[in-house]
């Protein structure tokens, strides 16, 4: 092989190594960054409602009355999130939705059951605990999967909204 035929060689794979190059840059999907911070306070709001419900038991008091105490210290700190508490003890589920938007409605539904529309007016919202099945709630639009007998006696989901991006978040089993 002569010089010359080498050189247009070498030439056309760097010429194909910038089309491939550009090629794969112009493909890129973009994405929006995760909201981690979002996933940080439910992990947060789980380990302090642990704390919280002990201290209420070993104190003797009720742990719904600290729970709302926990979680109107929460939603002070993070106006700009919305939250749904929901603790499930041996007589009652009781719900605690703090949502900054009225316009969200939240239900909620055991199993097969008929579907619970949550009161946002009300600092904690009881429902009789006769249930059978997982509760499956409605949270704008998403719905969310608690195992009520394999899950923890308390969960939350947290739901902020930046822009046009709503981003949603179950606290982890």
Known sequence: MNKRGQFYLIISFVIIGIVIGLTTVYNAARTQ???LAISYLT?????ESYQTINNAVYLGQLPEEKLTILIDSYKIENPNYDFIAVYDD????TFFPR???SQIEITAAFGDGAPIIINQ???SFPVDNSHVGN???DFSGEKIIFETKEEPPFNVIVQKKEGEQI???KSPP
Not at 90 to 93: D, G, L, N, Q, V
């Open 121 to 123: 007016s009300q600092s």
């Open 99 to 101: 949502i900054s938007n």
């Open 135 to 137: 509760l499956i709630m």
């Open 33 to 35: 960054r995760e909201n």
């Open 167 to 169: 981003y949603l978040a």
């Open 43 to 47: 992990e947060e709001m789980k380990f």
């Open 90 to 93: 041996a007589e009652s589920t």
